[in-house]
């Protein structure tokens, strides 16, 4: 028996929302630990990663370790019905077939989705602890928009270390876009935490602008470092503080030089 019960269902709906521009499939491992999602995009640059520890959840049961594989696009189909304010359970009774979300409307009545499984092969991934050279903490909205504005003048951004600063630049036929950020502020909409020199490093403003969507979170972290892929991560919180995380890894653009 496996049962996960929001107080709101904001935080799942919104998670959903924020995975679902970058993934068309996933599998949620459930165990005595929480929740835990990882999938590669279809181009195999980005990855998802989600973990909700039963701190995130009014109720969590369950009785052995299941994988529920379905597909995102009729997962958030029925998400769009669900009102953010109601509660939300996730529910599979030994069923392989399918799971079921239960939920109530302000209009005074209960329901119940079901949602067919689908077959997925997935290897999950070990993903080492990695000490990043540059991180940056945001404003969610801020951040986005820094993304959004430099998607204006092109596909690409460049992040290189300058002058006690990290400097962002995207540029096409049109013009350029270069943000500077100072890297001795340490308060603010967006802070550079840890500045350590590395190579320019370019990454793909689309992916960037998918990544940085999640609605259920004030502020983002952005790791940046030269051997590994970049990661972004929303810090999901609990009653008794962080009870779980959303994690983007996004792989540089090779240059063509």
Same mark, same amino acid.
């Given at each position: 028996?496996?049962?996960? %019960?929001?107080? *709101? !269902?904001?935080?799942?709906?919104?998670?959903?929302?924020?995975?679902?521009?970058?993934? %068309?499939?996933?599998?949620?491992?459930?165990?005595?630990?929480?929740?835990?999602?990882?999938?590669?995009?279809?181009?195999?640059? $980005?990855?998802?990663?989600?973990?909700?520890?039963?701190?995130?959840?009014?109720?969590? =049961?369950?009785?052995?370790?299941?994988?529920? !594989?379905?597909?995102?696009?009729?997962?958030?189909?029925?998400? *769009?019905?669900?009102?953010?304010?109601?509660?939300?359970? @996730?529910?599979?009774?030994?069923?392989? *077939? *399918?799971?079921?979300?239960?939920?109530?409307?302000?209009?005074?009545?209960? $329901?119940?989705?079901?949602?067919?499984?689908?077959?997925?092969?997935?290897?999950? @991934?070990?993903?080492?602890?990695?000490?990043?050279?540059?991180?940056?903490? $945001? #404003? =969610?909205? %801020?951040?986005?928009?820094?993304?959004?504005?430099?998607? %204006?003048?092109?596909?690409?951004?460049?992040?290189?270390? #300058?002058?006690?600063?990290?400097?962002?630049t995207a540029k096409g036929e049109g013009g350029s876009f270069v943000a500077r950020l100072d890297g001795s502020k340490r308060e603010g909409a967006v802070v550079v935490t840890r500045l350590n020199?590395?190579?320019?490093?370019?990454?793909?403003?689309?992916?960037?602008?998918?990544?940085?969507?999640?609605?259920?979170?004030? =502020?983002?972290?952005?790791?940046?470092? !030269?051997?590994?892929?970049? =990661?972004?991560?929303?810090?999901?919180?609990? #009653?008794?503080?962080?009870?779980?995380?959303?994690?983007?890894?996004?792989?540089?653009?090779?240059?063509?030089?």
């Amino acid at each position: 028996m496996f049962e996960a %019960t929001f107080e *709101k !269902a904001e935080l799942f709906c919104d998670v959903i929302n924020a995975i679902a521009p970058l993934v %068309t499939e996933i599998s949620m491992r459930a165990s005595a630990k929480g929740i835990e999602v990882q999938q590669m995009d279809s181009a195999h640059v $980005a990855l998802v990663e989600l973990a909700l520890m039963p701190g995130c959840f009014a109720h969590y =049961r369950c009785d052995h370790s299941l994988e529920m !594989a379905m597909n995102v696009r009729d997962l958030q189909r029925i998400v *769009k019905m669900i009102p953010k304010t109601s509660e939300l359970t @996730l529910k599979n009774y030994e069923n392989p *077939k *399918k799971a079921e979300l239960e939920f109530h409307f302000d209009c005074g009545y209960d $329901a119940i989705a079901s949602l067919m499984l689908i077959n997925l092969d997935q290897e999950v @991934l070990g993903i080492p602890e990695t000490d990043y050279s540059i991180r940056i903490d $945001a #404003e =969610r909205a %801020t951040f986005h928009q820094l993304f959004a504005n430099l998607g %204006t003048n092109g596909d690409t951004s460049k992040f290189e270390v #300058e002058d006690g600063g990290l400097v962002v630049t995207a540029k096409g036929e049109g013009g350029s876009f270069v943000a500077r950020l100072d890297g001795s502020k340490r308060e603010g909409a967006v802070v550079v935490t840890r500045l350590n020199p590395i190579p320019p490093l370019e990454f793909s403003l689309k992916y960037l602008n998918k990544m940085t969507t999640a609605s259920f979170c004030e =502020r983002v972290l952005f790791d940046i470092n !030269a051997e590994t892929p970049a =990661r972004i991560t929303f810090v999901i919180d609990g #009653e008794e503080g962080p009870s779980g995380a959303l994690r983007f890894y996004l792989a540089p653009k090779v240059s063509d030089e």
